[in-house]
Nanobody, 115 residues
Framework: QVQLVESGGGLVQPGGSLRLSCAAS????????MGWYRQAPGSQRELVAA???????NYADSVKGRFTISTDNAKNTVYLQMNSLKPEDTAVYYC?????????WGQGTQVTVSS
């Protein structure tokens, strides 16, 4: 079973940046597809970005060119660098680890973009 702990959320002004981190334990990290999802109030949870075990990435259209997902296998950590943040990026961001039919979620971290 994978344990995931997110950090790095907070309040930022429009146009600002944040970096989210997700530390994984209890697994061989590099074999998993890691992803970041977000859920705004009244909305469904949506995929923001994902990175596969062979480092292929995919992004939601709404964040392409602004967000970057990366991993540090030595630290069992996945990051989401978020630049040029917009108010519509406000949501709870969740880390996800997936391999086959197994999936795990972190507890979520709040990101609020507001002036």
């Amino acid at each position: 079973q994978v344990q995931l702990v997110e950090s790095g959320g907070g309040l930022v002004q429009p146009g600002g940046s944040l970096r989210l981190s997700c530390a994984a334990s209890g697994t061989i990290f590099r074999f998993y597809t890691m992803g970041w999802y977000r859920q705004a109030p009244g909305s469904q949870r949506e995929l923001v970005a994902a990175i596969s075990s062979d480092s292929r990435t995919n992004y939601a259209d709404s964040v392409k060119g602004r967000f970057t997902i990366s991993t540090d296998n030595a630290k069992n950590t996945v990051y989401l660098q978020m630049n040029s943040l917009k108010p519509e990026d406000t949501a709870v961001y969740y880390c996800n680890a997936r391999m086959g039919f197994s999936t795990s979620w972190g507890q979520g971290t709040q990101v609020t973009v507001s002036s």
